[in-house]
């Protein structure tokens, strides 16, 4: 039986944490920063955790 494929988009955007959870990038960060607030901007950095209802799905996709 042959092996199963990783989706490529998905290794691109989706990081394991230590802990296994599945952590992304947000949106809203690539342009038109000018009129957001820096307020909204913080609040956008750093990873996000995969909402739980698609983690299955994901985790199927990266083969874990």
Not at 24 to 34: I, M, P, V, W
Not at 39 to 53: E, L, N, Q, S, Y
């Amino acid at each position: 039986m042959p092996k199963n494929k990783t989706h490529s988009g998905i290794k691109k955007r989706v990081k394991i944490t230590g802990t296994g959870k599945l952590t992304h990038a947000g949106s809203g960060k690539r342009h038109n920063l000018e009129k957001k607030s820096s307020k909204v901007t913080r609040r956008m950095d750093g990873a996000h955790v995969v909402a739980p209802a698609d983690v299955p799905r994901m985790r199927r996709m990266l083969g874990i």
